[in-house]
């Protein structure tokens, strides 16, 4: 990381504002990061951008605090004047912004933990989302999913939390996959308590992300505002598990206004786990997805990963046509005469006769003394059994 002027400017602008500070980012886009730094602790700033810079104006970041994050946490601030800045997947903040929707800003930078680059990251990449307190169920679907499509090149986006989020960073670990998580505090904020492992093995492999300075504590409304960046990074947003009122289903919001494709994963129909999922499926707020492939038919190569079509089991009945498709359809457990066979498949008597004998050859229906009946599959009591 080196330690430009710009850099140690952007670190300190990320100190003096709360995220999203859409204000203060059309100021540092038109002004720079560094003239921008001058005047916001000079005070000669907009009305706007005073609001959301005046309680922490005075404070002050310098090279050594960057110099030590690196030391300490191995961490380094991505900018937009890096090359690994995913400038167009973060245009859509930008531009969602200036059509009026509240909260929607890119942010000034990035703080990263970790070896991966951010824009190898995000060319092919999903985000996954769910419950805290997913289901067994819900963490099969997302670490299984999240395993096939790391397999396949796609980089898994979650935050880091319990359950799905958990379960997708799992999956695309284990096969060696590249994750990211992106955190609603300071990488030193040791959140959640239980995933510190987890989060070092995330940086082994891919980076762990936040727009929040050192020493930065979580806080509820941090996780809403990190969601935007979790639904702008990706090619698009799979929900695996979610209540009806939940951050999951904020993150799918978000990716929707963005223009993000979302996706959503159905479960029990009495499972509350799944209740949001059904509801923005319902609503067509997303579009139903039953497998990985789905999943990477949208996120893959255009053309290049379409998911299989569904299609049911061949039956052996499938080659009846015609007339001996009728008789078939008329014959019953019970045995039945030619006579009845007749009247009930609606074929004539000759036509009966000479189908009858084809379809025993077939092993579709058996001659009895009472007349003709569907074959019988053998048993381990039948003396023809060979299983």
Not at 73 to 81: S, V, Y
Not at 94 to 100: F, I, Q, S
Not at 253 to 269: E, F, I, Q
């Given at each position: 990381m080196r330690l430009t002027e710009e850099r140690v400017a952007r670190a300190y602008l990320l100190r003096v504002a709360e995220p999203p500070a859409a204000a203060l980012a059309a100021f540092v886009s038109a002004h720079g990061p560094t003239e921008a730094a001058e005047r916001?602790?000079?005070?000669?700033?907009?009305?706007?951008?005073?609001?959301?810079?005046?309680?922490?104006?005075?404070?002050?970041?310098?090279?050594?605090?960057?110099?030590?994050?690196?030391?300490?946490?191995?961490?380094?601030?991505?900018?937009?004047?890096?090359?690994?800045?995913?400038?167009?997947?973060?245009?859509?903040?930008?531009?969602?912004?200036?059509?009026?929707?509240?909260?929607?800003?890119?942010?000034?930078?990035?703080?990263?933990?970790?070896?991966?680059?951010?824009?190898?990251?995000?060319?092919?990449?999903?985000?996954?989302?769910?419950?805290?307190?997913?289901?067994?169920?819900?963490?099969?679907?997302?670490?299984d999913w999240a395993f096939s499509l790391a397999t396949e090149g796609v980089a898994i986006f979650s935050g880091a939390a319990y359950g799905i989020d958990a379960a997708s960073h799992r999956g695309a670990l284990a096969a060696a996959g590249v994750t990211v998580a992106v955190l609603g505090c300071a990488l030193d904020a040791g959140y959640p308590a239980g995933h510190g492992r987890l989060l070092n093995k995330i940086a082994e492999r891919g980076l762990v992300l936040s727009e929040y300075s050192p020493g930065t504590p979580p806080a509820r409304h941090r996780f809403l505002v990190r969601n935007r960046l979790l639904a702008a990074l990706s090619a698009a947003t799979v929900v695996v598990e979610a209540g009806l009122r939940s951050g999951a289903?904020?993150?799918?919001?978000?990716?929707?206004?963005?223009?993000?494709?979302?996706?959503?994963?159905?479960?029990?129909?009495?499972?509350?786990?799944?209740?949001?999922?059904?509801?923005?499926?319902?609503?067509?707020?997303?579009?139903?997805?039953?497998?990985?492939a789905q999943v990477l038919e949208v996120v893959g190569a255009l053309g290049a990963d379409l998911a299989a079509e569904s299609e049911p089991p061949p039956r052996a009945t499938d080659q009846l046509t015609g007339d001996a498709l009728l008789v078939h359809e008329a014959l019953a457990d019970t045995p039945k005469t030619v006579e009845q066979l007749v009247v009930d498949a609606g074929v004539a008597e000759r036509a009966v006769r000479s189908v009858l004998p084809a379809l025993e050859v077939e092993g579709f229906c058996e001659r009895t003394e009472a007349g003709w009946r569907l074959a019988r599959a053998p048993t381990r009591a039948d003396p023809t059994w060979k299983g």
């Open positions: 916001v602790r000079a005070r000669q700033v907009p009305p706007a951008v005073a609001q959301e810079t005046e309680a922490r104006a005075h404070l002050t970041v310098t090279a050594a605090d960057l110099e030590r994050a690196q030391e300490k946490l191995g961490a380094r601030l991505i900018t937009p004047e890096d090359d690994e800045w995913p400038s167009w997947p973060l245009l859509a903040l930008t531009v969602a912004g200036a059509r009026g929707i509240k909260g929607m800003s890119a942010p000034i930078a990035l703080w990263a933990r970790g070896g991966g680059r951010l824009d190898g990251a995000v060319k092919r990449s999903v985000t996954m989302v769910g419950s805290r307190a997913a289901s067994s169920y819900g963490e099969h679907i997302a670490s289903r904020n993150t799918a919001n978000t990716a929707r206004l963005l223009g993000r494709p979302v996706m959503a994963v159905p479960g029990p129909l009495i499972s509350r786990n799944s209740a949001g999922c059904h509801d923005l499926i319902r609503n067509e707020r997303a579009a139903l997805v039953t497998s990985a």
